[in-house]
């Protein structure tokens, strides 16, 4: 649809939120409202939409790039001079859709619809409306005759008025030159004192143009976000509908009321997604993996065949057939190669571990550049940090750290190379050989009966001699 412009108004602050944020910059499922509102008019077919910023410009302007044109409108006289803001936006266009930022749940499918049917009907202006139970503060469709009249907002409104419960969602598709021929002569003239862009709408009738209206099927995801309940209900529709979209292409999920995943995240076919999983941020799981129950995982890329319980994992990558858990937690930095183990209370950051390589119980790994089929034995710690500097460990294929052994970097471990358990490795181990740096254990034989002799009580130990010999 190219002689289409987008246009999504983005300029006021969303005092009812109460927040420092901007309120089109609340997320819903993880993205910024006016993201998922870019997304729909994207997928419908209307790219590079148009944005009129004001309120945290900046702001938004890091959220969304250049994937969207931008008109400033400084100061915020209403909802008509925002789109006067944005007339050089216009140019060129024979049709703009029009709608605010504030639409995350907005389907492109309704977007679609709309567009198509303003072009089939010729109307100068074609305006999306909805029944809803409680219309306050929203602008009230008027009709006479069953034909709309006006736009009465909620301040200006007589109680007869008031009381209509078709509103206008602000989602509307304009012909460009019957817009910006009305645009001008709008008037402030109202107990908001502000330029109304739905008094456009008599000013086209007025003309002898055609106004068409379209009652959207379902209120929800028209509505505007105002608050944060709003907001609340909100996730929990773009929640249901994420899941719902992630089940049709072929994942379980095995408790829905449960399982949080982002918009945007991807998960292959055939994974089974188990109870209290949240995948947040920018995500993609491959196919025929378990991920969960107890499962977080932020901003991570996941192969195939990935088995991940119990389990914290940011910012890393996992190859395909990884066992995580339970209870890992991947720190961000992270590049697990495949068939990696990582198991039972292990700690990771900042570490590639390659091929095969198994850290499967209570060991940190930080730091740490490890080729393939390293073993380490329980209790493995990279000594990263020397109270000033974090340093890197190196590891090189088949070299095996016994358990508990402490590895001091900067240190490397060459390949094959052997740590005996309980080592304190404060230098090189080259290729092959054995590293082993702890004192020589001492067996006293008799040691016991001797010590019992001693004793009055047959005790070994007694109060002040725990630590004696
Ligand atoms: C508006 C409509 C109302 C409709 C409702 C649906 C008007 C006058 N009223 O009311 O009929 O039922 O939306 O949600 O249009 N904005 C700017 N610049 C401005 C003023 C607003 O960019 O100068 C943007 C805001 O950022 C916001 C949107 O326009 O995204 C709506 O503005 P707001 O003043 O909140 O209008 P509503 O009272 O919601
Ligand atoms: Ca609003």
Known sequence: MDDI???ILAAGQGTRMKSDILKVLHPVMGRP?????????????????????????????????????????????????????????????RDVLILYGDVPLVTSQLLGDLVRRHRLGGASATLLTAEVDDPVGLGRVVRKGGELVAIVEESDASPAEAAITEINTAIACFKVDALLDCLPRLEADNAQGEYYLPDVFPMLLEEGLTVETIRAPQAGPVLGINTRSGLAEANGIMRRRILEDIMESGVTVMDPGTTWIDAGVEVGRDTVILPNTILQGDCVVGSNCRIGPNAHILESHLGDDVNLWHSVVEHSRIGNSVTVGPYAHLRPGNDLGNGVK??????LKNTRLGEGCKVPHHSYVG??????????????????????????????????????????????????AFVGAGSTVDSDVPAGALGIGRARMVVKPGWVEAKRGKSSGGRVFGKDEEDGD
Not at 342 to 347: D, Q
Request: aromatic share 6%.
């Open 5 to 7: 412009r987008g246009l």
């Open 33 to 93: 409202m006016i993201s998922l509102v870019v997304d729909a008019l994207v997928s419908a077919g209307i790219s590079r939409p148009g944005v009129v910023v004001g309120f945290q410009e900046d702001r938004v302007r890091e959220v969304l790039g250049d994937e969207v044109e931008y008109a400033v409108q400084g100061e915020q006289l209403g909802t008509g001079h925002a789109v006067m803001q944005a007339a050089h936006l216009l140019e060129g266009y």
């Open 342 to 347: 990582v198991g039972n209370f292990a700690e």
């Open 367 to 416: 730091d740490a550049e490890v080729g393939s089929g390293v073993n380490f034995g329980a209790g493995v710690v990279t000594v990263n940090y020397d109270g000033w500097q974090k340093h890197m460990t190196v590891v090189d294929d088949g070299a095996f750290i016994g358990c508990n052994s402490n590895l001091l970097a900067p240190v490397t471990v060459g390949e094959n």
